[in-house]
């Protein structure tokens, strides 16, 4: 039985297999894309005149702390963890902002400052304790299930646990593409690694996670 009919059979649902081997690029909406674009380059220039720069950041955090939240808690997990490393994310993007060369994209900038302290933020847990699979599944379980947006549904909760089974690499492009719907041009800015390697990453990540909702 192929695994989308698998899938759709069992859990209903029917969209999940054909996102997860996308293997084009996703479109984003052009016209969106540019007004961002263009609101983040004023966001930018406001924040470098003195008078303005509070209110510049306060905007830049309303319109970005929802998604940096979501892409830090997919590595982190826990919630009060996920707002420790985003509250020294955007410290660490107000010391820097000033120094921001507009030749990248902010959000692909901003993206690199939460991965970057997520990955530190873990390297740090990883030294103070070892966790097996078994207590990472427990550990996500309890946190999402006293998540108020909680909802138990069955191929979304497998998706979660077979995500936080992947080597650290291979969770971030898995994340970032399947999630937050990026493109591999805009990811490689983010990780500083080339489309092939990032293409061939997702491919080894999207078996795996495959494979678990199958024998699981």
């Known amino acids: 039985m192929g695994l989308f009919k698998y899938i759709a059979d069992t859990y209903e649902y029917t969209n999940f297999f054909a996102r997860l081997n996308l293997s084009s690029p996703i479109l ?36 970005y702390q929802e ?15 996920t707002n420790d490393v985003l509250q020294n994310t955007f410290i660490k993007i107000w010391n820097a902002l ?8 902010l959000y692909t900038w901003l993206y690199r400052i939460a991965t970057n302290e997520s990955l530190s933020f873990l390297e740090q847990k990883k030294r103070k304790q070892t966790s097996s699979f078994d207590d990472v599944a427990e550990v996500y379980g309890n946190s999402v299930k006293a998540d108020s947006n909680f909802n138990a549904n069955q191929l979304e909760w ?8 992947l080597p650290e690499k291979q969770k971030l492009v898995f994340n970032l593409r399947y ?38």
Do not use: C
Request: hydrophobic share 35%.
């Open 158 to 165: 497998k998706l979660q646990l077979a995500i936080q089974q």
């Open 67 to 81: 998604k940096l939240y979501w892409h830090i808690r997919r590595m982190v997990v826990e919630h009060e963890d």
């Open 98 to 105: 000033d120094n921001f060369r507009e030749d990248s994209q």
């Open 179 to 216: 999630f937050d719907e990026m493109t591999y041009e805009q990811i490689s800015k983010i990780l500083d690694t080339s489309e092939g390697a990032l293409k061939a990453s997702y491919h080894h990540a999207a078996k795996k996670v495959e494979e678990f909702i199958k024998t699981h």
């Open 28 to 63: 984003s909406n052009l016209k969106d894309n540019r007004y961002i674009l263009n609101q983040d380059s004023q966001l930018v220039k406001q924040f470098k005149i003195p008078s303005q720069k509070n209110e510049a950041f306060t905007q830049l955090v309303k319109q």
